[in-house]
């Protein structure tokens, strides 16, 4: 049923006010110690912002400036240190073949004799013939064996003296994020709308697959992968999983026209579990896209045009009519005033009762120009909260400014957890409730040459579920990396 205008007005008042974080940010600013700021309706201010004073806010949020790294990796912050878990082409999986490359979205998982279990995407798009290292074709685990990309499942012991890593599935396209379900397995999605007979493919892609960390520990009720069609076929990004009500939310990273957030409601009488979704009929729920509009009631097309945070629109949600694309990309079945688009929606995390959401940055696709948001959707009030927006970025290549965010976590330490994806240096960057920002490692990988240097963006944070260690990959070559050190909640 549409929300009221009544309705949203006592709905935004109180979603303007802020949500009650719990290791989440209100406003997020783009250099270290900055305080986020408002970005004006004729146009976008400079990315760089002064810190405050020094006495206003207490000491400085972080773990203080990071220490280039001699090896030439990862640069942290004094009294922290790194491991390399696995690496593309050198470290090798049980099979003996070697780890494959492009390691992207990731989550973790408690596994048997506390052990710490990690799967792991690879994005690796069209026919395995491309690329080094594809992911291999483990027997059970294949969806279309010309297909490159897939999942690993990473094990390491208490105490990380032994890891191992296998196959979690393969045959599958562009696995780029995913989302980790309550009930302890994993979504990975592709990021593709690839066909069979298009790119080598044969079969349909564009889907997502439940992986299951525990196998083979436990019988695996995800063996022999099929493609949860109800979710739909586009370029999936991420998904989150709505514990309360069973509804998951998707993100699509597309353009011309860009995007959209989906939201899919199961079936009346459907119970969540291991290895449920792909019971499913291929059109069982209802798969739908939103429809935002302002507190006056207008409509609003794309959530570029929100310029300043606490930004809160309401939200309808729309039929999608043919969720499968069989003639026309879902994102192109909706005329331009039926919903609400966004550019490059990339990963999301459920916590304080909604999903975060990522929108990575905005350019001439879009109607405002931006170098990143992220929105906070409410599904008991129905509404988006812009909690979080980057001006655009005048000097990527210079340290200590931030953009682009792709995959964010909530830290156990407080606030969020980003990595960056945008232009010039890469991050992983920390934000606090107040909305203060801070670095917590940088890719010194240089992937390019010294003239003209190029640094591979960071994906997968997550912690282990003790929080002692955060996982991060540098997508290439494709690095796993734990990351340790005197952690302390960020007030």
């Given at each position: ?8 007005a ?18 997020l600013a783009?250099?270290p110690?900055a ?34 790294d001699p ?18 082409g ?8 070697p780890?494959?490359?492009h ?10 004799r ?10 690796l798009?069209?026919?395995?013939a491309?690329?080094?290292?594809p992911?291999?074709?483990a027997?059970?685990l ?52 690839d066909?069979?007979?298009?790119n ?23 063996r022999a ?34 995007g959209?957030?989906?939201?899919w ?11 449920r979704l ?7 729920g ?31 949600w729309?039929?999608?009519p ?10 192109r079945?909706f ?10 929606l ?11 959401v990522?929108?990575?940055y ?5 109607p405002?120009r931006?170098?990143g ?13 812009l ?13 200590g ?7 964010i ?29 801070y ?12 003239d ?5 963006e960071?994906?997968?944070p997550v ?14 070559p ?6 340790t ?6 007030r």
């Open positions: 049923m549409p929300l009221t205008r009544r309705d949203f006592k709905r935004s008042t109180a979603a303007g006010a802020g949500v009650a974080l719990t290791g989440s940010v209100g406003v783009t250099a110690g305080v986020g700021r408002e970005l004006p309706e004729q146009g976008l201010p400079e990315a760089d912002a002064p810190a405050p004073a020094a006495g206003a806010r207490g000491r400085a949020p972080g773990y203080g400036p990071l220490i280039p090896a030439g990796i990862l640069a942290l912050p004094a009294g922290f240190s790194y491991r390399i878990i696995t690496r593309a050198v470290t090798t999986l049980e099979s003996g073949e780890t494959p490359s390691h992207d979205g990731t989550a973790t998982f408690p596994g048997p506390g052990t710490t279990l990690l799967v792991n995407n690879h994005e798009k069209g026919p395995r491309q690329w080094p290292h992911v291999p074709l027997d059970g294949v969806y279309d064996p010309a297909a490159a990309g897939g999942c690993t499942v990473v094990e390491i012991s208490r105490d990380g003296s032994h890891v191992c890593e296998r196959v979690g599935i393969a045959g599958t396209s562009t696995n780029c994020a995913g989302g980790r379900t309550p009930w302890g397995t994993w979504l990975t999605c592709e990021e593709t709308e066909k069979a007979g298009r080598g493919m044969t079969k349909d892609h564009g889907y997502v697959f439940e992986v299951d960390p525990l196998a083979p520990h436990d019988p695996h009720p995800t992968p099929r493609p949860v069609k109800a979710l739909g076929r586009y370029a999936h990004e991420a998904v989150v999983v709505d514990p309360g009500r069973g509804h998951l939310y998707l993100t699509e990273d597309a353009d011309r026209p860009n959209l957030l989906y939201r409601t199961p079936p009346h009488g459907f119970q969540h579990g291991r290895g792909r019971t499913l009929a291929d059109d069982a209802v798969l739908a896209a939103p429809r935002c509009y302002d507190s006056g009631g207008r409509f609003v097309d794309d959530l570029s045009r929100a310029t300043r945070t606490g930004t809160v629109y309401g939200v309808d729309i039929e999608v043919d969720r499968d694309a069989r003639h026309t990309p879902v994102r079945q005329a331009d005033k039926m919903i609400t688009r966004a550019r490059k990339e990963g999301m995390w459920w916590a304080d009762g909604g999903a975060y990522v929108s990575s905005a350019r001439e696709e879009s405002a931006h170098d948001q992220v929105w906070f959707y409410d599904p008991r009030r129905r509404t988006l909260t909690k979080v927006l980057l001006g655009v970025n005048p000097d990527p290549g210079r340290d400014a931030f953009d682009g965010p792709d995959n976590t909530v830290s156990p330490y407080g606030g969020l957890l980003i990595a960056e994806d945008g232009e010039g240096v890469q991050h992983l960057f920390g934000a606090t409730d107040d909305g203060r920002t670095p917590v490692a940088r890719n010194d990988l240089n992937i390019g040459t010294a003209d240097p190029e640094y591979s960071f994906t997968g912690f282990s579920p003790d929080g002692r260690t955060l996982f991060a990959n540098i997508q290439q494709g690095i796993m990396l734990a990351i050190g005197p952690w302390r909640r960020q």
